[in-house]
């Protein structure tokens, strides 16, 4: 085996798999969406939202293909986060009198 070899370079990562890539890709978005959320979106970048939670600017594009596929899962995000939110206070709000 050589230095480059991936099993003595102490930066390889396996490649990773279905499951464990979907996991990666939600808690990316979740952390993307948090952000997104607090800061807004106008006038954003890859680079800027990779660098606000943490990730190298490489790793959005990693799981989303390009910035309109990451725009398009954050919107999706957010969506389900406020629609959850509205039925969850339905619930618990009184229905009013007609």
């Given at each position: 085996m050589t230095a480059?070899?991936?099993r003595l370079d102490p930066t390889h990562r396996?490649?990773?798999t279905g499951?464990?890539?979907q996991d990666r890709r939600e808690e990316l978005l979740?952390?993307?969406t948090d952000h997104v959320l607090a800061a807004g979106i106008g006038n954003t970048g890859l680079r800027t939202l990779a660098a606000a939670?943490?990730?190298s600017?490489?790793?959005p594009i990693h799981y989303f293909t390009d910035k309109a596929s990451l725009i398009a899962a954050l919107l999706g995000n957010?969506?389900?986060r406020l629609?959850?939110?509205l039925e969850a206070k339905a619930e618990t709000a009184p229905c009013p009198a007609r």
């Open positions: 480059s070899s991936p396996p490649a990773e499951a464990a890539k979740d952390r993307l939670v943490g990730t600017d490489r790793m957010i969506a389900a629609t959850a939110r």
